[in-house]
């Protein structure tokens, strides 16, 4: 039995511990706001926090959130959470949708630690997910309009 914290409530699953976090969320849990896009940690569309950092579930074996905090999309509850998501939607940032979940919770973990982000800084922390549609113009505004929200 694997124990770990998911969006601040005690979670207990009964699965192999080499079990992608993904899987265990998305099918075990009924979580879907957390997106398989390529399963090798290339696309970033399976980022949840992990002790408030991102990670890529698809490849994080559960029993690496053992007696963690996980926070996925569907419990991100936090002051930096609430306005990365109203900039998202303020700016119409999503098209088809499909990363945005990933996107919104590394954008989450990085004004978490860091209020004034420079577009260097943004960079750095989304650099790895993948956009389909190619609104990484938004993405980055989206980011600066949250981080101003929460100055």
Not at 55 to 64: E, I, Q
């Amino acid at each position: 039995m694997i124990r770990f914290t998911l969006n601040d409530k005690p979670a207990q699953v009964d699965v192999p511990g080499d079990m992608p976090l993904l899987w265990v969320l998305r099918d075990e849990l009924d979580l879907t706001g957390t997106k398989f896009g390529c399963g090798k940690a290339l696309c970033g569309a399976c980022t949840v926090h992990l002790n408030d950092q991102p990670v890529r579930a698809c490849v994080l074996p559960v029993s690496m959130a053992a007696g963690a905090r996980v926070t996925t999309i569907e419990g991100l509850k936090t002051r930096a959470g609430k306005a990365v998501q109203a900039a998202w939607e303020k700016l119409d940032v999503a098209q088809c949708g499909y990363c945005q979940s990933g996107q919104v919770m590394a954008a989450t973990a990085l004004l978490s630690h860091n209020a004034k982000p420079t577009d260097a800084d943004i960079d750095a922390a989304m650099g790895g997910l993948i956009c389909r549609c190619g609104t990484y113009g938004r993405i980055r505004a989206a980011i600066h309009a949250a981080a101003r929200a929460l100055a």
